[in-house]
């Protein structure tokens, strides 16, 4: 069980936590009429990293916010962690 | 008397003035206080506690501590309070133990499964990959059950578990696994600074080796002295927590450990509060390990005999227990402390018979003062095979020459006893799982713990300090301890801890002792609980097993529940002989947890029974239960099924009360659906964006049916939502997918629309909501009802307002599952319940029935109401689901929008929604039956849908059902068949709607 | 029109050192909070609903003012405590001081109920199934946050060194008395 370092509350349980998949992942939006490809890289296709790996997690059991970690995939290393929107 | 092998004195672990009686194999025994039952047995002279895995050979306790791969028994308590495969060097006696051997029949001195003894050259390693090939279907139903049965370990109980089983999460800076010399040293020294402190041990007592220590001086008290008072420190010490009879079994990420505490197995009656293990999750800053070292067994023709034991445990028994293995005792070994073990014995009146060492050169203060006490010392020499059925009677020793081979004659030694020792290989199990790397130390032979994975140190013999001095044992942890609390940010004390009379041993031996050219002692065992031979892995490798990984698994070395710790270092070295590479080449195996079996009662914990997940009731639960309603879990809720009435089955009470809600009216729970608050300045922007509809034509007050997509475009769930102010919607939610929907909603709201000006609350349990439909509704309310008025003209179909109900301030929605005139009334939740006895009181007049679930299944199905998650399966978009009426023409944006701009989700032959009709109107399809379009087919047949709900309607007197079928819209009134166990049904696809398909009854 | 109907709050079983409060107003209240404190001072200032609003700026702290207190469970996320009977007025002096300021106010007083863990082994107890380090240092008096208990959410809340305060949504209730009447019963 992992010590997932919550932007807002700290560094807290796994437990209190959801996953949300890989980060950074930008939606396109309805209006931009995204293309068949583009849509479907958005909707199916991730990275599957060996290494360093940012991905969403949500703090649900507590302050309810999504955020952004760097997390090692071969050692559970978290290198850090930052607010949505931010890099 | 306590047994014939009991010393007249001695044995720290006992109280001898407290005789205990116990019983193994159905013979009474005595024992003392403090005993465990390998230590009772061994005073009463028994060796013989089992027989072996796969050649049922006779087997011996060869070990003092859980690593013992022979000494395996089934405790008894009760038939629910049975626990095989414990290692008798584990169970702690207690007055009336009952213990029994294990893989025997009929007995354990006569056993049958003898005979695969003679047998094994027919059944060397994998020989069940080889020999049950034939016929194929065999292997299940005969082979394997066969095998398993022969083999196998003991019985698991077989009732219920009826114990409690604790579990806690513990949060300490130092982490301390293993209460021996170094655990306390470093314990000692992070306790002076004020860390919060925890030091585990598997053993009842802690000490470790310092229990067995008869000569050293610490601080000037002898070993046990010191022992005690280090102990008493450290329980008056408010921030150290000390657990025995504590196994870490896992080292996880981020500094997580487990253990396993046994609270009561050792106590004759525990106390029924007590729980009998706890599981620990400790969070540590840091841990360190001092788990000690285990002593090899050495590798030679029969050396699993009763009698043959490890030198080390002959010790343990020796000083802890009093207890001595044997009066005719050969020692066989490559270690200097084995001398240390014949040198006690010798003063405990056992005669060494022989000291055979298989190093030609050994020297050092305990090799003289075996010289000195007498002892023939035979150096060079290797033990060839040895003699004994049910117990060890002779051991064959040879002197090894200058190849390395066994030469000469071989000199049968008679004895009651042999212990070997092939040295001490580090318990890295922990350190290992952590991901930490090993080295290979090649003076002593052994792996070491490199750089660490985590946060964590190892200290004392698993850090490779076996046989080392004490003094230099207690520097190592202690200057551990003081890094470690450093870290934490704790200030350094020096703690030093003075030795004297201390004194170091060395040696080892790894893998198969020397024999002749042509050896014909019979087996020679690496591991004795799988029952795998030298010869196993020198076949494995003849086959052509290269990686240890292959080796382990098809000669199953290592792979017991011992998990190989008196093996796994013999394996390897044989196999890297076999192979011709050097043992770091080939690596160990991969060290996984748990260390030590742990029981499924102990990881579940408190999750049984009622407690294995929340049981969610409504307030109106109680009044529920009281009328007999048959209740059924929906998601984590318990909800009403049906009421039944005298002696009514469930289709029974479902066909009364369809008919009432369509004739009266029903009162129903809807408190379960999901209910979430949107407020703020953009709520209905956000819903705009987050669901299929235009809500911006919403008024306050007005109610809409609203449906979800996935960005996928497959729908994800419906439900009503309600303008109750011109900032704030309340949303409903289907009952289980209240969590989902609020979390996709935060999902898109946080990480996509964040400037949006609007909060999501959940406020599914702050409103008991009591559903009202029928006819009669209305005049069943209206008594009840304040500052509102329930007219169609005031109220109508899709309507809310607040009002007074009962006094109470109140939700009223004008909405219907069911097609009739209804009414939804949310109550604060505290007043549900009264709330809802006052409308069932009102409702008597009008002849108004309650309803549970299944009638609302069925009465939503003749209306053709879909369930998403049941008449949905995840890959239908709102127009496979008949519901495309709800997608808003001209919105810019909502989730899942582009997906339903593919071809693909636009196709119209997708399966769509419609309704069944069976030839036959008494027939019910069977929900999930697959529809053919042609009759007859044999299979694989060409399918084109299937069957979503299915149900009998009372009240059109004939089943219906609805069904997904491709193009099924333009299917109307053709004829399908459903292929059933009975044979095939004609159905008749019709519109999904069978009741007042204008909707008339709605707005009455 | 009969008697108007009765509240019935969630009960269970009492035991020593574990026991039901009696029923709270609660709000859910979600607004930024530098905007709602400025706000809320302006309005003080103004002598409307002067000092009415407690606002717990710390991360995972409570505040208190006068009966009523605030709970940080996230950045724009208060829970708001008070006397069952002052709810009503309370709800509508936030509202006013909170005018033109957006927000989400939520009455969420039936939405849960609460529990008191106390005694000497409160932490310990409830360290049975939160898997939190209730260790004074991590979670001081004043602490409160979402977390788990088992399978449930709740929010804890540390009144006193040895007094929690559990708010637990009323179905989850009996699970988490359940869960801890067994772990207390050793």
Known sequence: ?87 | ?1004 | MAEPAKRQPPSVAPLAGLRVLAPLARYALRVDLAVAAAAAAAAAAAGAGAGIMPLATAVCRASQLRDWHALWLGPDEQLLLGPAAAGAAFAAAVGNALQGVPHSLVDVSHRQGALEVSGPAAATLLNAACPLDLGLAATPVGFCSRTVFGKAEIVLWRRAEHAFQLEVWRSFLPYVHGLLTLAAAE
């Not at chain 2, 390998?38 to 028994?46: R, T, Y």
């Not at chain 2, 202690?478 to 801890?497: H, K, Q, S, Y």
């Not at chain 2, 497959?714 to 997918?737: C, I, K, Y």
């Open chain 2, 1 to 1004: 008397m306590s047994g014939h092998y009991r010393t007249a004195s001695g044995g720290i672990d006992l109280e001898r003035s407290r005789p205990i009686r116990f019983e193994f194999d159905g013979q009474a025994y005595q024992g003392l206080q403090g005993d465990t039952l390998a230590s009772a047995l061994l005073a009463n002279g028994v060796h013989l506690v089992g027989r072996s895995f796969k050649y049922h050979r006779p087997r011996g306790i060869m070990a003092a501590g859980p690593e013992d791969p022979n000494a395996l028994v089934t405790v008894r308590r009760d038939a629910a309070r049975s626990t095989p495969n414990l290692s008798a060097a584990q169970v702690e006696l207690y007055e009336g133990l009952v213990a029994h051997s294990q893989n025997r029949w009929p007995s354990l001195r006569f056993d049958v499964g003898r005979i695969n003894d003679l047998l094994s050259r027919f059944i060397p390693s994998g020989f069940y990959y080889k020999t049950f090939m034939w016929p194929r279907t065999a292997w299940h139903s005969l082979y394997e059950p066969r095998i398993r049965a022969a083999a196998g370990l003991g019985v698991a109980a077989t009732e219920a578990d009826p114990d409690v089983y604790a579990q806690r999460y513990g949060h300490c800076e130092v982490l301390i696994v293993g209460a021996g010399p170094a655990g306390l040293a470093a314990a000692l020294t992070a306790a002076r600074r004020g860390a919060r402190v925890l030091l585990c041990d598997e053993q009842a007592l802690p000490g470790g080796s310092l229990r067995a220590d008869t000569g050293t001086r610490i601080d000037g008290k002898a070993a046990t002295d010191w022992l005690r008072e280090t102990m008493l420190e450290l329980a008056q010490a408010q921030n150290v927590t000390v657990l025995t009879r504590t196994t870490a079994f896992g080292y996880l990420p981020h500094n997580m450990v487990c253990l396993s505490e046994r609270l009561t197995d050792h106590l004759a009656s525990p106390p029924a509060s007590k729980p009998r293990e706890r599981l620990w999750q400790v969070r540590a800053r840091q841990v360190i390990f001092a788990t000690g070292a285990i002593e090899r067994p050495l590798v030679f023709p029969g050396n699993d005999r009763p009698g043959i034991l490890l030198a080390g445990a002959a010790r343990s028994f020796l000083n802890r227990f009093g207890v001595l293995p044997g009066r005719r005792v050969v020692i066989l070994t490559a270690h200097d402390e084995a001398y240390r073990t014949a040198l006690e014995l010798q003063a405990a009146g056992a005669q060494i018979v022989a000291l055979a060492d298989l190093r030609a050169r050994a020297s050092g203060p305990l090799i003289d003062a075996a010289r000195g006490a007498g002892l023939a010392i035979r150096r060079n020499t290797t033990a060839v095979g040895t003699r004994g059925n049910l117990r060890v009677c002779a051991v064959g020793l040879a002197a090894v020459d200058a190849d390395g081979a066994a030469a000469g004659d071989t000199d049968w030694v008679s004895c009651d006893t042999l212990l070997m020792s092939g040295g001490y290989t580090p318990s890295v199990h922990l350190h290992s799982q952590g991901r930490g790397k090993l080295r290979w130390e090649e003076t002593a032979q052994v792996f070491v713990p490199a750089e660490a994975g985590q946060s964590c140190r190892s200290v004392g013999a698993c850090k490779g300090l076996t046989g080392a001095a004490l003094a230099a044992v207690f520097n190592q942890a202690a200057t551990a301890a003081r890094d470690a609390t450093t870290e934490c940010g704790f200030e350094a004390l020096p703690v030093t801890i003075a030795v004297s009379d201390d004194t170091s041993a060395g040696g080892g031996w790894l893998g198969t002792l020397p024999q002749a050219a042509r050896p014909r002692g019979g087996k020679a065992f690496v591991d004795w609980q799988n029952d795998v031979t030298a010869a196993d892995l020198g076949l494995a490798v003849r086959e052509g097993f290269r990686s240890i990984e292959h080796i382990k698994r098809y000669t199953t070395t290592g792979m017991a529940t011992d998990q190989g710790k008196t093996s796994n270092l013999n394996a390897l070295a044989i196999a890297a002989r076999q192979l011709g590479r050097t043992i770091p080449e080939v690596g160990l195996t991969t060290f996984r947890m748990p260390y030590l079996p742990v029981g499924f009662g102990g990881l579940a914990g408190y999750a049984r029974g009622e407690l294995f997940a929340p049981l969610r009731k409504t307030p109106m639960y109680g009044w529920a239960a009281a009328r007999g309603a048959v209740f059924e879990p929906v998601s984590m809720w318990q909800r009403a099924r049906y009421f039944p009435e005298r002696g009514e089955d469930m289709h029974q009470a479902v066909a009364r009360e369809c008919q009432v809600v369509r004739r009266s009216c029903g009162i129903f729970d809807a408190t379960t659906l999901g209910k979430i608050e949107v407020a703020g300045p953009d709520a209905i922007e956000f819903m705009n964006r987050m669901y299929v509809n235009n809500w911006n034509s919403l008024a306050v007050g007005r109610c809409r049916y609203g449906i979800l997509l996935r960005d996928d475009g497959f729908v994800f769930d419906d439900g009503v939502v309600a303008r109750t102010a011109e900032d704030r919607l309340h949303v409903t939610t289907t009952t289980g997918g209240a969590p989902r929907v609020l979390g996709l909603m935060e999902d898109y709201l946080q990480t996509e629309w964040p400037q949006l000006k609007v909060w999501l609350t959940s406020t599914t349990e702050q409103w008991a909501v009591i559903a009202v439909q029928g006819p009669r509704a209305r005049d069943v309310l209206e008594p009840l009802v304040e500052q509102a008025d329930l007219s169609a003209a005031s109220l109508p179909h899709m309507a809310m307002t607040r009002a007074l109900v009962c006094g109470v301030p109140a939700m009223i929605f004008r909405v219907s599952f069911t097609g009739e005139l209804g009414y939804e009334i949310n109550v604060p939740a505290d007043y549900g319940a009264e709330v809802w006895r006052a409308v069932w009181e009102s409702g008597q007049a009008h002849g108004m029935c309650a309803y549970g679930t299944e009638s609302m299944h069925v009465l939503r199905a003749e209306k053709g109401y879909i369930i998403v998650g049941q008449d949905t399966d995840g890959t239908m978009t709102p127009d496979d689901a008949g519901v495309g009426w709800a997608v808003g023409k001209s919105k810019s944006e909502f989730v899942g929008m582009v997906s339903l701009r593919k071809r693909a989700l636009q196709d119209p032959n997708r399966k769509q929604l419609v309704g069944l009709l069976t030839a036959d109107p008494r027939h019910v399809l069977e929900e999930g039956s697959q529809i053919a379009a042609t009759p007859g087919q044999r299979p694989p047949m060409q399918l084109v849908g299937h069957v979503t709900s299915s149900y009998y309607s009372s009240v059109l007197r004939r089943s219906i059902a609805l069904a997904v079928v491709n193009g099924g819209r333009s299917r109307m009134g053709e004829t399908l068949y459903v292929p059933t166990p009975a044979g095939e049904s004609a159905v008749t696809v019709t519109q999904p709607v069978f009741y007042d398909s204008k909707g008339e009854r709605l707005n009455g």
């Open chain 1, 1 to 87: 069980m992992l010590v997932i370092p919550c932007p807002y509350c700290g560094p807290r349980p796994e437990l209190e936590f959801s996953y949300g998949g890989q980060a950074h992942v930008a939606r396109p939006t309805a209006a931009s009429n995204p293309s068949p490809a583009d849509w479907n890289a958005f909707q199916y296709e991730r990275a599957n990293i060996k290494g360093l790996h940012a991905e969403r997690w949500r703090h649900i059991h507590g302050c309810a916010r999504f955020f952004n970690v760097i997390r090692d995939t071969t050692t559970d290393e978290i290198v850090r962690s930052y607010r949505s929107g931010e890099k």
